[in-house]
């Protein structure tokens, strides 16, 4: 299924949310239009390739691809470009800690001279008339790690930051509903997330973009600017996995 998470007749930002399958991990990807030129946020594995692509094809020729993002380098984010490079001519916009990595993906010699790096600091990518905005969240949780944020719908693409797992939930826009969303938050949180120091200069950065949405790879959407700044003051606040981090993990069983 679709869900337009913005539309104003030019630019578009669309979510696809349930293509996985049962026992597997839910999995968001994502779709940015704007003046008929496309960027497909964390395109997924190859069991999710072929319904991902019908979705796609409905607003978008693959031809008009001009980027496919990658937050960070795990099998669910990426492992599917071996089918995608074929049949479009995107760049693959990677950190460049995991260009290296991105050959294991592919045939080869399928991602040559396909491959975009991202420094650490983040760059702008050009889309049509816009710039979007790779924003560094290195450490949540991949050292190697981007979100990106888009100026127009206002939404920020936030990987595995925020992700909450055992819901059907689409968005929240209440307190009351933020604060029950909190425990489903915690749960991915406290063990994939390894640091509290790299959630709090994240958070510092990210105040600075103009926020409307907070849009994770996993689960549910974090709507309005209270909810924004609510999940800023958790992130801020929430102890990770280090935080948690105990001896026996490492006892011999």
Known sequence: MSVELYNDGIHKCIKFNDLTGDGEIQSNQFLIINQRRGLLIDCGGYRIYSALLGEVSRHLPTAALDYIFLSHQDPDIGSGLNLWLPISNAQIAVSALWTRFIPAFCVRG??????????????????GETELVAVPAH??????????????SKI??????????????????????????????????????????ACRAWAVNARQLDIEMIVPQHGTSIIGKELVEKFFDWVENEKTALDNFSDSLFKLQ
């Open 156 to 197: 920020l693409f936030t990987g595995d930051l925020g992700a909450s797992v055992g819901t059907d939930k689409e968005s929240i826009s209440t307190a009351e509903e933020f604060d029950k969303h909190v425990p489903l938050l915690a749960g991915f949180h406290n063990r994939y997330i390894p640091s509290n120091k």
């Open 110 to 127: 399928l991602s040559e001279e396909r491959i975009t790096p991202i420094p650490d600091k983040g760059m702008k990518l050009s889309l």
């Open 139 to 152: 450490f949540l949780h991949s050292p190697g790690n981007f979100h990106l944020y888009d100026p127009i």
